[in-house]
C-alpha cells in the first residue's frame, strides 16, 4: 500500500519536475555556462571558457551606472504606484461603491497591448501632447516640459500599467481585516487618523510588501517602456543586454547582464519574503 501510494506521488510529481528542469533550470544553466564563453570579432561566440566577460562588467563603472539606474527606476515606479495605489486600494475595500465599475477601470491598461500603450502615452506626452498644451493654457509653464524621451515619462508609462497589481495586493489584504478590530480602536480612543496608523497600516503591509515587489520586479526588467518611452537616453540592464545581442551580437556579455538581473531580483525578492516572515512571526509571537 505504502509502494504504490509513493508511485501514485511519483507520477504528479514528475511532470512538474520535467517542466521545471526543462524551462527554468535548463535554460538558467546554459545562460550562466554562456557568460564564460569567448566573443570573437566577426563572431556571436566560441566555446572557449574565459572569465573576460565577468572581469569586463565588473571593472567598468559604466555598467554599475546603469545597473543604479535599473534599481532607481524599480524603486521611483514603486513608490509612486504605492502613493497612488494605497488610497485607492482603501476606497476599494473600504468604501466599495461601483466596485465592478472602479475595477473594470482600473485593470483596463492590462487589456491593452503594451507597444500600443507606449505610443499612446508618448502621444500624450509630446511636446504638443494635450498635457503639455494643458500646462501651458493654465500658465503653470512657459514652454512644453520634456516628457517624452526621459525618464519622467518612464516612469508614467511603467506606473500606469503597474498600478493595478499594487492597487489589487493592498485591496485584498484590507478587505480580510476585521471592521470589529478598528471599532475597537475606536471604543478605546483611538481617532480614525490613529487608528489607521496603529491599526489598518501594520496589518495591511503584507499586501504593501506583495505588491512592492511584483512592481518593482516588473518595472526593473521592463524592456519595452525603457526603450521606448526612453527614445535611448534612459540606459537599464533590460536594454542594454538587448544592444548587446541583437546590435553587437556579443551573447556571452549579454547573457553576463542577463544572468546578474536574475540573481539581483531573487535577491531583492528574498529579502522581501524575509522581511515579510519576520514581521508575521512578531505579529503571532504578540498574539495572546
Do not use: C
Not at 561566440?45 to 534599481?71: A, C, H, Q
Amino acid at each position: 500500500m505504502g509502494r504504490s501510494k509513493g508511485v501514485r506521488v511519483l507520477v504528479l510529481v514528475l511532470p512538474i519536475l520535467f517542466v521545471t528542469l526543462a524551462l527554468f533550470v535548463a535554460p538558467l544553466g546554459y545562460t550562466f555556462l554562456t557568460t564564460f564563453y569567448y566573443h570573437p570579432p566577426g563572431a556571436i561566440m566560441e566555446p572557449i571558457l574565459t572569465t573576460e566577460n565577468y572581469s569586463k562588467f565588473l571593472f567598468d563603472s559604466y555598467y554599475w551606472r546603469v545597473v543604479g539606474n535599473t534599481l532607481m527606476i524599480g524603486g521611483v515606479t514603486t513608490l509612486i504606484t504605492l502613493l497612488i495605489g494605497y488610497p485607492l486600494a482603501y476606497q476599494l475595500a473600504r468604501r466599495p461603491f461601483l466596485k465592478t465599475a472602479q475595477l473594470v477601470l482600473l485593470i483596463s491598461p492590462l487589456l491593452v497591448n503594451v507597444v500600443i500603450r507606449t505610443y499612446g502615452w508618448k502621444v500624450l506626452l509630446s511636446d504638443v501632447g494635450i498635457i503639455n498644451r494643458a500646462l501651458m493654457a493654465m500658465g503653470l509653464t512657459d514652454s512644453p516640459i520634456r516628457l517624452v524621451n526621459s525618464i519622467i515619462g518612464v516612469f508614467i508609462a511603467l506606473a500606469h500599467v503597474l498600478l493595478p497589481f499594487m492597487v489589487l495586493s493592498i485591496s485584498s489584504v484590507l478587505e480580510g481585516i476585521d471592521e470589529s478590530v478598528i471599532e475597537a480602536a475606536h471604543m478605546l480612543g483611538a481617532s480614525r487618523i490613529k487608528a489607521f496608523l496603529r491599526v489598518v497600516l501594520p496589518l495591511s503591509l503584507p499586501g504593501v510588501i506583495a505588491g512592492s515587489v511584483f512592481v518593482f520586479v516588473r518595472s526593473a526588467g521592463s524592456f519595452m517602456v525603457p526603450a521606448l518611452m526612453g527614445g535611448g537616453r534612459v540606459r537599464t540592464i533590460p536594454t542594454l543586454m538587448y544592444q548587446y545581442m541583437s546590435h553587437l551580437l556579443n551573447w556571452p556579455f549579454g547573457a553576463v547582464l542577463a544572468f546578474f538581473m536574475t540573481f539581483l531580483l531573487v535577491l531583492i525578492v528574498l529579502a522581501f519574503s524575509s522581511t515579510a516572515m519576520r514581521r508575521q512571526t512578531r505579529v503571532e509571537a504578540d498574539e495572546p
